[in-house]
């Protein structure tokens, strides 16, 4: 194991760790008087598993060459990310304290532009898994042993943009590329149902040639057993279906379309915070 995978194989407790980031991104979101706490609380389970166990990374050299790479295709949701960043060493936590503020280099979308760790900057719908068929590809053309993994949104998967990098990447057998589906059936101002029926999901995923698993996206043990075993079959990219709760952890904001834009008062913080106290 080389010492990068010995560094994020340390024993660290998931839960708390997703906790954590839980926290961090509540208390980023209202400083700064942002938005997207329900979408950033949905995918912090799948944050910490691959931060914490699955990402081949090193936060003393966010630029190695054999570095997984990973993007964040919702980047609306990137106080989680910065969190996540953070936690992990990749730059001080006192950074987020400046998130969404003028002259932070923590924008309120993904930014890459000085920020340790962070490959690409997202946040219009519909780029992440493209740019991801292209590193994919480009680590197969050059034989590179660096995976990728894209974390989408429902929203991402309205975009053709991404329907042409589902048959693009099938195609070509990327088996070194990972999607990752935060599926928490919300999205914008209602449900995903009634903006563009996704269903049946999996069945289109695997029409376009990749290998399709569907999971409970806050089950610390199956997102970890399922992320080890990719790809799920050579030849083919992975699809993780990860079906989550919109603002999962914090009661008032579970599956509520509220919480997609509101920033959270003081007085919804501390209610937050009682819960989040232990962890998840």
Known sequence: MT???????????????????????????????????????????????????????????????????????????????????????????????????????????????????????????????????????????????????VLLSEGDCDEGSNWEAMLFSGHHALDNLTAIVDYNKIQSICRVTEVLDLEPFAAKWSACRWSVREIDGHNISEIERTLSAVPFEPGKPSCVIAHTVKGRGVSYMEDTVLWHYRSPSEEDLQKAFAELVEPL
């Not at 503020?101 to 997202?122: C, F, R």
Request: overall charge positive.
């Open 3 to 149: 010492d990068a995978r010995r560094a994020m194989h340390n024993g660290e407790d998931l839960g708390d760790l997703a906790r954590r980031i839980r926290l961090h991104c509540l208390r980023m979101i209202h400083t700064g008087k942002s938005s997207h706490a329900g979408s950033c609380l949905s995918m912090a389970d799948l944050l910490a598993v691959l931060y914490g166990r699955v990402l081949r990374v090193d936060a003393a050299r966010p630029d190695w060459p054999e570095r997984d790479r990973f993007v964040q295709s919702k980047g609306h949701a990137a106080a989680a990310l910065y969190a996540a960043l953070a936690e992990k060493g990749f730059f001080p936590k006192s950074w987020l304290e400046t998130f969404y503020q003028n002259g932070s280099v923590l924008a309120g979308h993904v930014g890459h532009s000085n920020v340790p760790g962070v490959e690409v900057s997202t946040g219009s719908l519909g780029h992440g898994l493209p740019l991801g068929c292209g590193m994919a590809l480009a680590a197969k053309r050059d034989d590179r042993p660096y995976r990728v993994f």
